[in-house]
């Protein structure tokens, strides 16, 4: 059974300050996407993962895949408020349909 | 501009009710998906459909079933709601294909059973 395992689960950072959250799984595949979800919204796509190496960057956000490491990284930049969200790695797996997802990283960021 | 819609924003329904969700793409996508949120557990998947009339359960399936007659359209029911139903549920489509498999979300619906 995949695992998708996402730490911290929740994050308090100042605005600012740069920290990273990462996201393990448990079996091989090199296809990985970041989602954002704002409270009381739906989830909207950040970043497309297809490959060993690969790496996104969106204004203060940056992920990246190893999948040798089975590890997932989102990097936040300078963090400001706009950011507070809650994130979510999802896998896809070789032989799915689907995206198995983690249980999301709540992010505050203060003043 | 892609799309999913979802019939309700918000539903309330009484124990016991027959319930039904829809879910409207106009992306042309095979998948469609039907999951529920809660706090602390993340997304969990009910349902899922790779073609018209196909459909395969997700981790919990049980005290629901989905329609898909066509294929812009899948459709959760849910039998006899109960109270820990209470959630929010969220639709999703995606194409189908490797590395293919973003998914786009609709606005999701918050039910209470009461």
């Known amino acids: 059974e995949l695992k998708v395992e996402q730490n911290p689960l929740f994050l308090s950072m100042q605005e600012g300050k740069n920290y990273t959250i990462y996201c393990n799984y448990s079996?091989?595949?090199?296809?990985l996407y970041w989602y954002r979800q704002d409270p009381g919204k739906s989830l909207e796509s950040l970043f497309v993962l297809l490959s060993n190496g690969a790496v996104k960057q969106e204004g203060r956000l940056m992920a990246s895949l190893d999948t040798k490491a089975r590890l997932s990284t989102l990097h936040i930049t300078a963090a400001v408020h706009d950011l507070s969200a809650t994130y979510f790695c999802a896998v896809e797996l070789d032989s799915g349909y689907a995206l198995n997802f983690g249980k999301g990283t709540s992010l505050l960021v203060t003043p | 501009d892609v799309k999913v819609t979802q019939s309700s924003r918000y539903l309330v329904k009484r124990t016991g009710e027959k319930v039904f969700l829809e879910c409207v793409q106009d992306?042309?996508?095979?998948?469609m998906f039907w999951y529920r949120q809660d706090p602390g557990l993340g997304l969990r998947l009910i349902y899922f459909?790779?073609?018209?009339?196909?459909?395969e359960k997700g981790d919990i399936p049980e005290g629901y079933s989905v329609s898909r007659e066509k294929k812009e359209r899948f459709s959760l029911i849910l039998e006899s709601a109960s109270t820990n139903q209470t959630s929010m549920y969220l639709c999703a489509s995606s194409l189908l294909g490797t590395g293919l498999y973003e998914q786009y979300f609709g606005p999701g619906t918050r039910l209470t059973v009461t």
């Open positions: 459909s790779y073609d018209v009339k196909m459909k």
């Open positions: 079996t091989t595949s090199d296809r």
């Open positions: 992306m042309d996508h095979e998948n």
